[in-house]
Nanobody, 126 residues
Framework: QVQLEESGGGVVQAGGSLRLSCVPT????????VAWFRQFPGKARAFVAAINWSGGSTTYADSVKGRFTISTDSAEDTTYLQMNSLMPEDTAVYYC???????????????????WGQGTQVTVSS
């Protein structure tokens, strides 16, 4: 069963923008970190961005700094990934992941996350 639901993927031209959304399929604790990963064909899932819902701290992969922004909307229990200045190199399946914990921790490894979505395709054309 899908634990998180991603949406917002699609096809855009280089320089365009997309906003991805991630919503839990069931109630989970707000003491969580939520991250976005992406998977290129034939590659392992790579870290994109993470946010701590308690403290609001964020961290980003170097490849997306200044272009992508992760944020939350507690009223909607949603985590967003705003992607601007998209490049063909950003083409991948994007996954949302979450882990519950005590404290203000952030993780960059997919092995640290327990809840996952099904993925949403982002394609950036030249």
């Amino acid at each position: 069963q899908v634990q998180l639901e991603e949406s917002g993927g699609g096809v855009v031209q280089a320089g365009g923008s997309l906003r991805l959304s991630c919503v839990p399929t069931e109630v989970i604790s707000a003491r969580r970190a939520v991250a976005w990963f992406r998977q290129f064909p034939g590659k392992a899932r790579a870290f994109v961005a993470a946010i701590n819902w308690s403290g609001g701290s964020t961290t980003y992969a170097d490849s997306v700094k200044g272009r992508f922004t992760i944020s939350t909307d507690s009223a909607e229990d949603t985590t967003y990934l705003q992607m601007n200045s998209l490049m063909p190199e950003d083409t991948a399946v994007y996954y949302c992941a979450a882990v519950l914990f005590s404290g203000d921790r952030l993780y960059r490894s997919p092995m640290q996350y327990d809840y996952w979505g099904q993925g949403t395709q982002v394609t950036v054309s030249s």
